[in-house]
């Protein structure tokens, strides 16, 4: 029945939503209690636009907190929007009691690195790229002079995904939002997207990685230059040398705005 799994999914959410809000409800519910509970919610969330409009009017808060668009917008601070990103569950994948790996580093940063996803490594420190991956993106960042805290590193999906698949089209849209409001927050000159999930999904197309690299894209005001996954270098060692050629390039083009 996936009409009745559909609604069931949609009630919880909205009870959850409700109770991130305003805690959890004052009046105990019990079992026998529950049912007419749920024939309110589904009343609330299948009422036709005209009664969604009256409900809007005579609780203007309750419909304007709950939008997370609205919520995005408002944070004003990496801060806040990590505490955001702490109880979105749409940042959560289908992998069970994962960390939260919301980024690291330099909120200052005039560069930012935009990874794929976090993987085991990350998900138990709670912090991006710190694997074997990591390391070697650490090494590369080195030879052409950045430290790891002069940069701010995030990832597309901020919750690890099982078995290290790929993120799914609908993870990847769920979480942009998340971190193109990180992206504005942190406010950088340049943007390295690692990998080609990284690059198409915030360039918005579909290419392939060596038709994305050694250039400067324009990004919401900013550059945007996407080279090979440390994770891919160490699986096919003949794109290092490519990524050496990319990497010299974001460092000429940081010094020439000035990157303090
Ligand atoms: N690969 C990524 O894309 N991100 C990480 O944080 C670690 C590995
Ligand atoms: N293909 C990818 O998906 N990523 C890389 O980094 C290189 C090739």
């Known amino acids: 029945m996936p009409e009745l799994k559909n609604f069931i999914d949609r009630a919880s959410k909205f009870i959850e939503q409700q109770r991130q809000m305003f805690g959890d409800f004052s009046t105990a519910t019990t079992s026998s209690e529950a049912p007419s509970q749920a024939k309110e919610i589904e009343e609330e969330i299948t009422s036709n636009s005209a009664s969604i409009a009256t409900e809007k ?40 009691n994962t960390n ?21 490594n990350e998900d138990k420190q709670g912090e991006p790229f710190v694997g ?3 390391q070697l993106l650490d090494k590369i960042m080195e030879a052409v002079n950045f430290k790891r805290n002069e940069i701010y590193i995030a990832n597309i999906l901020k919750h690890r995904p099982p078995d290290n698949r790929n993120p799914t089209a609908e993870e990847r849209a769920k979480s942009l939002p998340y971190l193109l409001k990180q992206i504005e ?11 080609k ?3 198409t999904t915030l360039l918005g197309k579909d290419e392939a990685l060596k038709n994305m690299r050694q250039k400067f894209h324009a990004f919401h005001g ?23 050629e990319d990497v010299q390039l974001l460092r000429k083009r940081y010094d020439e705005l000035a990157g303090k």
């Open 197 to 199: 999930v990284s690059g």
């Open 57 to 96: 009017e005579n609780s203007p808060q309750i419909e304007r907190m709950s939008d997370p668009a609205e919520l995005i917008a408002n944070c004003k601070t990496c801060d806040e929007l990590k505490a955001l990103c702490e109880k979105s569950e749409v940042l959560r994948t289908d992998l069970e």
């Open 100 to 120: 939260l790996v919301f980024g690291v580093g330099n909120p200052n940063a005039d560069l930012m690195i935009v990874g794929e996803a976090p993987g085991a």
């Open 185 to 195: 927050l942190i406010d950088p000159k340049l943007i390295l997207c690692v990998g």
């Open 222 to 244: 900013r550059e945007l230059m996407v080279t090979y996954h440390p994770a891919a270098l160490l699986r096919n060692p003949n794109w290092k040398r490519p990524t050496w």
């Open 132 to 134: 074997r991956a990591g």
